[in-house]
Structures are given as C-alpha cells and as structure tokens.
C-alpha cells in the first residue's frame, strides 16, 4: 500500500469511502505531511502554494472529529474573501457528502444580516466566514462560539495584509483556549510567526514547495 493512501490515516469509513468516489486516490505534499499530525489534534502551520489541497487538510480535520448529533457551532473557517468562504465551504459540503444532515453555514459580508441571523438560528456544525461579519456576529451575540473545538485560519497572509488583525483577536477571545488551531498560509513573513505564538499551542510547521 502506497504511504500517500488515504486509507494509512485514521479517518472513519464513510469519509475514505468519499473520497475514493471523489476520485482523490493519493494524499497531496502537504496533505500527507500535516493530516497525520491534524488528525492526532495537534496545532499546526501549513504553508504551500495554492492549489495543494490544503482545504482537504482542515476539512477532514474538521470531520472525523465533528459530532453531527451536537447541532451547535464546532469548527471555524476564516477565510480573507467571500469568494474563497465560498470556494472552502463547497469543498467543505463535498467532503461531507456522506455524513448525514450535517451543516456547513458561510458568513460572509457584502450579504444581509437577516437570512444569516435566520440560518444562525437553525443552527449549523461548520461556520465559514470572511472576519469582519463573523465578528460582528459574535458581538451581537448571533454566533455562539463556546462549543467550538477547531479553528482554521486560511489564507492567513491575506488576512493580516487585508487589515484583519484586530477581527481575529476579537473573534479568538470568543472561542475556548482548549482547542486545536490550525493555521494556513501561501507565506511565512514574521507578521504570521507573532500570531501563531499568540494563539497557538507548540504549533508544528509543514511546508511544501510543489503542489504535488
Ligand atoms: P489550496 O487551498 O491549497 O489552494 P485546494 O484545497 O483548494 O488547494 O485544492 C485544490 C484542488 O485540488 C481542489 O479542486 C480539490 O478538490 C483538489 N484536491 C485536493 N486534494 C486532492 C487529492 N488528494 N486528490 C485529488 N484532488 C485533490
Ligand atoms: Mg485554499
């Protein structure tokens, strides 16, 4: 059996059955470097280009851990723009597939307040969202974060050179200290290093130079 396998990580059977129907036969670079350590809980950095499957990293992360029978708020995605909350949550939704009535909700601004505060208010396991409406969710009080057990941080250079540093810290006072942070960058300037010691836990550091 081929190291690259996703059937060599401990993920539950209707999530290697999916990916096998998605055609995902071998892990990526990064994937086979971080998934054995995400899985296990740990904090990590994972820094590759774009387009080396680093939305699989966090999503089967996120999945083998998720309880679907807790219908409250697990797991938090923030990414830079709507279009790539989009992007992650349909991936997300595909990785999903074969988890029944599970619910991944995007938050993103540039949309209305009212039918989010209404989805809100269904519920939903995985938020995905850009940080400045997730943080004014959190501040009106429409988006609980206390259940949340996973952060992801994506596209983190983006983020801080969008200007939303003083978001993050808001909406991370919100969520548990005890969590698993994972952190997701196509760079590793020092501005990343400073906020991956501020709200992680002995973060492991996976890089990749290729896709694949
Ligand atoms: P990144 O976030 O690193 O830019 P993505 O997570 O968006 O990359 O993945 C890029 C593309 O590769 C997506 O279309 C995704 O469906 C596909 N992909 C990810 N992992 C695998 C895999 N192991 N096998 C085949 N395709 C994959
Ligand atoms: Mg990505």
Request: charged fraction near 20%.
């Amino acid at each position: 059996m081929s190291q690259l396998e996703f059937s060599t990580l401990p993920l539950n059977p209707a999530l290697l059955d999916n990916l096998n129907s998605l055609g995902y036969t071998e892990m990526t670079a990064i994937q086979a470097k971080a998934l054995p350590h995400t899985l296990h809980g740990k904090d990590v950095i994972a820094q590759g280009k774009t387009g080396s499957g680093k939305t699989a990293v966090f999503g089967l992360t996120q999945l083998q851990k998720l309880d679907v029978k807790r219908f409250c708020v697990q797991s938090l995605v923030l990414c830079p723009t709507r279009e790539l909350a989009d992007q992650v949550a349909k991936e997300l939704r595909k990785l999903a597939r074969t988890i029944h009535n599970i619910k991944v909700l995007t938050l993103c601004g540039g949309m209305p307040f009212g039918p989010q505060i209404g989805s809100l208010e269904h519920g939903a396991h995985i938020v995905v969202g850009t940080p400045g409406r997730i943080e004014e969710h959190v501040r009106k009080g429409t988006l609980k974060l206390e259940n949340v057990n996973t952060l992801v941080l994506d596209e983190a250079d983006r983020m801080l050179e969008m200007g939303f540093q003083d978001s993050l810290d808001t909406i991370i006072g919100y969520i548990p200290n005890e969590r698993q942070s994972l952190l997701f960058s196509a760079t590793y300037p020092d501005e990343i290093q400073d906020i991956a010691t501020r709200i992680m836990q002995r973060p492991l550091l996976v890089k990749v130079e290729s896709t694949h």
